[in-house]
T-cell receptor, first 117, second 114 residues
């Protein structure tokens, strides 16, 4: 079974703090893909990153970084020096070749992040 | 601008009154999909389409219909809406069904059925 767990339902931090959002996934497939999406208060879903199972390199994009560890089946997301505009619900998602040819996304429950000024 | 559009963005309707939520993408994507988002249940797939005239059920297809007559459009039809279909609906598209490409989501349609 494919499953994504985001154990942190809500996180609240003060601006400029670093914050890490956890994502743990389950899959038996050797080829799979992981994603992070952001849902700001306006409601749309914004794509942040895609990672395939063969690439364990960490990724950094500005204040955002992602840590992919196959050994612990985790794909964690860190925001450095958080800003109020980072306030949103963040979703981790998984797909694999066994799921509609790697198109259907299996989402975690999401983590609501609130950055307080 | 590359985008997925949905209409309407907000809709309040009554039980049993047929409605259609349109979805259109201008990226020539093969794959399109509908999800609904509900508190505590996350995002769940309703229907998907691998290409024109190819559609299939997702996890929660009951009460919904879809069609894919053109590559760019993938409307969601509620023939007889019920209050349990009150939800936030998202249409998504991606380049191909042959590999994992990022899915682009529309802005969402907030539907209330009274």
């Amino acid at each position: 079974a494919q499953k994504v767990t985001q154990a942190q339902t809500e996180i609240s931090v003060v601006e400029k703090e670093d914050v890490t959002l956890d994502c743990v996934y389950e899959t038996r497939d050797t080829t799979y893909y992981l994603f992070w999406y952001k849902q700001p208060p306006s409601g749309e879903l914004v794509f942040l990153i895609r990672r395939n199972s063969f690439d364990e390199q960490n990724e950094i994009s500005g204040r955002y970084s992602w840590n992919f560890q196959k050994s612990t089946s985790s794909f964690n997301f860190t925001i450095t020096a958080s800003q109020v505009v980072d306030s949103a619900v963040y979703f981790c998602a998984l797909t694999s070749l066994q799921i509609q040819g790697a198109q259907k996304l299996v989402f975690g429950q999401g983590t609501r992040l609130t950055i307080n000024p | 601008e590359a985008q997925v559009t949905q209409n309407p963005r907000y809709l309040i309707t009554v039980t049993g009154k047929k409605l259609t939520v349109t979805c259109s993408q201008n990226m020539n994507h093969e794959y399109m999909s509908w999800y609904r988002q509900d508190p505590g249940l996350g995002l769940r797939q309703i229907y998907y389409s691998m290409n024109v005239e190819v559609t299939d059920k997702g996890d929660v297809p009951e009460g919904y219909k879809v069609s894919r007559k053109e590559k760019r459009n993938f409307p969601l039809i509620l023939e007889s809406p019920s209050p349990n279909q009150t939800s936030l609906y998202f249409c998504a598209s991606s380049l191909s069904s042959g590999g994992a490409y990022e899915q682009y989501f529309g802005p969402g349609t907030r539907l209330t059925v009274t």
